[in-house]
């Protein structure tokens, strides 16, 4: 194990949220949830702390049934925890959903089917009227920039059927930053797509957030995924679902492919997989 | 297929290949599926008055019995006037009680795709709706409303309603969750939500009651006629049902007619439904 890795483990096997709790962006406390199926419980998250920082992107990597999906969901308001709380700077995830704070990316495009290209990216800003002290959604011209960065500008007519799965990811993808939301909830965006179109997809997406300073929580079970993308890699462990271990990636800004070869790159993976084959022994 | 695939071809050059025989190949296969689309219809249906003339002439059916398809149009189009007067009733009927039905439909459709409990309550009521004969209780409706067009309008959208009903709950429920979640992550209104999500996405299945409420809205009007009218194709045919053997002409002209509206507005409905629906799946012919 190289120096660089073994120097930013946490000592502890059960970490906290590492980050100053003062400053955080999003403040995870004590959360739990359970979730009740016809008698039977599962425990989906027990005791998770988690702070990000303002701008930090940070991915959530583990298993299927850790509980990944539902700290994000819980992060974003759409489920509510059981014991915790989370603080979205300042506010609660409800008051904080009600402002717009909020991107998600779901894990299928889900882009509705009767609406171009062009009218897809805009849908969700168009979706309600802001009233004051709403996040406003990025201006025309911005999305318009996006939509060229992804290389979907010949096709901002088309509809979702005429697009292949890894266009039809990107336009999920610029409509999730389309809503200018200062925080970005991805749950695994990329899974559905092939090898290459998802190694595309990622420096695409590092693009994106290096230009609008996105705080981005990415769900992922790709070990790699989350090494090349995150500023810190949160790995959680099934069963009850939990948080196993926090770590910090140390390789440097802006990402770019040849990093993918360096030696960091490879051991950060390498460690990871141990603390996810840990997790399941 | 994907746009991808619409960029324009490269120059291949691969010996042995020829990619515009292969082209025009294609070409002509689409001609040949364009042949049968429009085509076999064309054929299925004069074929079969032919048949019909034929075997009229051939076992010489007595007039009273079955006219030959011919005779039924020279007699229709011998007093024109009749059928436009009588067609135009009907039409104006079946119409207006397959709106009512529509929007009663869609309305009831909603609340119910809102409530479990609302839905759960009135489903059985729906289905006793549906499976109770129309032609049994239109005496009721009829001395409830009187004789005349009030309750020709409430058979009418009676027999459609359930189809629109049953669609309009399915179709507001068949929102993609994942966009339903969306719109909960920027914490859209319930309203926005039905107009912009729910609504076009029960359109398809509002389209496939539509198909079906065509027909019964005819056989809601003319069963109306039956019973409490003195004018309209419903009460063209009860009159020529009193008279089989002078009036057979009149019988299957007025049946001539009630089929051609019933295609024309099925045609309407689905030329509006490729237009509306162009991004549906059920618009686009498998490769």
Aim: net charge neutral.
């Amino acid at each position: 194990m190289s120096d660089v890795v073994s120097a930013t483990v946490p000592a502890d096997d059960a970490p906290s949220g590492a980050n100053d709790p003062d400053t955080a962006h999003v403040s995870v406390r004590g959360v739990h949830k359970v979730f009740r199926r016809r008698r039977q419980t599962v425990e989906a998250l027990r005791a998770v702390d988690l702070e990000l920082d303002r701008g930090e992107f940070v991915s959530l990597l583990g298993p299927s049934g850790c509980g990944k999906s539902t700290l994000l969901r819980v992060i974003g308001g759409l489920i509510a925890p059981d014991v915790g709380t989370v603080d979205i700077g300042g506010q609660t995830p409800s008051v904080a959903r009600q402002g717009k704070q909020f991107g998600l990316v779901p894990q299928t495009p889900a882009l509705v089917p009767w609406a171009t290209v062009e009218r897809n990216v805009r849908f969700l800003s168009s979706l309600d009227g802001r009233r004051d002290g709403m996040h406003a959604p990025l201006p025309d011209p911005a999305v318009d920039e996006l939509i060229d960065t992804v290389g979907l500008g010949k096709f901002r007519s088309a509809y979702p059927h005429e697009l292949s799965g890894g266009m039809q990811q990107r336009v999920s993808l610029v409509r999730g930053f389309a809503l200018g939301a200062p925080i970005l909830l991805m749950d695994e965006p990329f899974a559905a797509l092939d090898e290459i179109t998802r190694a595309e997809m990622r420096y695409l997406l590092l693009e994106l957030w290096q230009r609008t300073g996105t705080t981005v929580v990415f769900v992922t079970h790709s070990i790699t995924e989350a090494v090349i993308l995150s500023d810190r890699v949160v790995v959680m462990a099934a069963r009850p679902g939990r948080i196993a271990a926090i770590e910090p990636i140390s390789l440097g800004r802006p990402r770019d492919r040849a990093m993918e070869d360096a030696p960091v790159f490879h051991d950060h993976v390498r460690h990871l997989r141990e603390r996810l084959q840990d997790q399941h022994s | 297929m994907t746009i991808e695939m619409h960029s324009q071809r490269d120059e291949v050059v691969v010996p042995g290949l020829d990619i515009e025989a292969l082209l025009a190949a294609d070409q002509a296969r689409a001609r040949r599926s364009a042949i049968l689309r429009f085509g076999a219809p064309v054929v299925g249906v004069l074929g079969f008055f032919a048949l019909w003339e034929l075997g009229v002439a051939v076992f010489d059916v007595p007039r009273y019995q079955l006219p030959s398809p011919s005779e039924v149009v020279r007699h229709i189009a011998s007093d024109p006037e009749f059928y436009v007067r009588n067609a135009r009733v009907t039409m104006w009927e079946a119409g207006i009680g397959f709106l009512i039905a529509l929007a009663a439909g869609l309305a009831a459709g909603t609340i119910m795709a809102h409530s479990l409990f609302i839905e759960r309550a009135a489903l059985p009521l729906a289905v006793l709706i549906q499976v109770t004969p129309i032609i049994a209780y239109a005496p009721a409706i009829v001395i409830w409303f009187g004789l005349g067009t009030k309750s020709i309008l409430v058979i009418t959208a009676l027999v459609c309603f359930v189809p629109f009903l049953i669609n309009s709950v399915a179709g507001l429920r068949s929102v993609d969750p994942n966009l339903l979640e969306l719109a909960r992550s920027i914490d859209a209104g319930r309203f926005v939500v039905f107009w912009r999500l729910r609504l076009p996405s029960s359109l398809p299945f509002l389209f496939s009651a539509a198909r079906i409420a065509v027909g019964l809205a005819l056989i809601g009007a003319v069963l109306g006629e039956f019973f409490g009218s003195s004018e309209g194709l419903g009460y063209a045919i009860k009159t020529a049902q009193a008279r089989p053997i002078q009036l057979s002409l009149q019988l299957w002209g007025s049946i001539f007619v009630l089929g051609l509206i019933g295609a024309v507005a099925t045609l309407l409905i689905s030329a509006a439904e490729r237009s509306l629906l162009h991004w549906h799946s059920s618009q686009r012919t498998p490769t």
